[in-house]
């Protein structure tokens, strides 16, 4: 094996990638793919599965080693037997990457609707992080297995980004949830660790972002761009390299509670 080899390749390896058919979920998963892991994607619908398994139609050799299935994280149930079946189809997983998250829309405080922000919170939180850390540690201390856990965190992580307070709120949660369980799980060799994208168009940040009817950045987008020394938005294959390079033990195996921030110095701004 050649020198990037032995550090970066996860081959022989298993990762399950929640909410991998998803905007970031998709170049992670692609990124471990790449790298050799056997990847299992998990979403809520069948449809965004099929659709990512279609974009392999012409490779292969990746397809061997991708295995889709319908599970929703925020339900232990479905989560322990999602993993049974990852595990029966390859092997025990070693990596996990909580990729389901997301925002809905902006407001003032005093407009808050509980429901909504409760519902927030369930997804980027119970869904995102809790569910399924809860119940792979467990297999990994139950099974002395050294896993590797990614989770996705934000910029409002670190700094409350205005009227998306159920977000800012669930962010800010993660990242705190992401150094305590690495504490907690170092004893077994268990890391845990944060990728922090900054900002990336989607699906969940495109209308605060661009005007749909004129194409132009809103007022928002702006001061994004502003803010950002690197003076644009990122793309999403600038997620891969991290990714791997938390996954893998051999590169980064004496790291853990950190979140990595890939954000074009968004978190460096000065004045
Ligand atoms: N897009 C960005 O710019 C950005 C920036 C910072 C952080 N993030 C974070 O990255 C993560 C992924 O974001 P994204 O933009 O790819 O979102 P996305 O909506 O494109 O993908 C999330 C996926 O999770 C799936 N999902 C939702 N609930 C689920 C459940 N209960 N069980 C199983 N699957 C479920 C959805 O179907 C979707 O495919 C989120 O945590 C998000 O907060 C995104």
Redesign the pocket.
């Given at each position: 094996m050649s020198y990037l080899e032995d550090i970066f390749s996860l081959e022989g390896k298993t990762a399950v990638v929640?909410?991998?058919?998803?905007?970031?979920?998709?170049v992670m998963s692609d990124a471990l793919l790449q790298a050799g892991a056997n990847v299992v994607v998990?979403?809520?619908?069948r449809n965004?599965l099929d659709k990512f398994v279609q974009s392999y139609s012409d490779k292969p050799e990746l397809l061997e080693r991708l295995l889709t299935t319908e599970?929703?994280?925020?339900?232990e149930q479905?989560v322990d037997s999602a993993l049974d079946k990852a595990a029966s189809h390859f092997s025990m997983p070693e990596i996990l990457i909580?990729?389901?998250?997301?925002?809905r829309g902006k407001k003032s405080f005093v407009d808050i609707e509980v429901e909504e922000f409760k519902d927030i919170l369930n997804?980027?939180l119970i869904?995102?992080l809790v569910v399924p850390t809860k119940i792979f540690a467990k297999r990994w201390i139950d099974e002395a297995i050294k896993g590797s856990i990614i989770n996705?965190?934000?910029?409002t992580s670190y700094n409350p980004l205005s009227g998306v307070w159920g977000?800012n709120a669930a962010?800010s949660a993660?990242l705190n949830l992401t150094m305590g369980a690495a504490n907690e799980f170092a004893e077994h060799g268990i890391r845990v660790n944060a990728i922090?994208?900054?900002?990336?168009?989607?699906?969940?940040?495109k209308a605060l972002l661009i005007d749909e009817k004129t194409g132009e950045y809103t007022e928002r987008g702006k001061a994004v761009i502003n803010r950002t020394p690197f003076k644009r938005f990122?793309e999403?294959s600038e997620l891969a390299g991290a990714t791997v390079f938390l996954a893998s033990k051999e590169a980064s195996g004496f790291m853990t509670g950190v979140s990595i921030p890939i954000d074009g110095g968004y978190l460096i701004h000065n004045i």
């Open positions: 929640s909410g991998g058919a998803g905007a970031i979920g998709t998990w979403s809520r619908t965004s599970v929703d994280t925020s339900d479905s909580n990729g389901v998250g997301g925002n997804l980027n869904a995102g996705l965190t934000s910029m977000y962010k993660t922090a994208p900054g900002f990336f168009l989607g699906k969940q940040n990122g999403v």
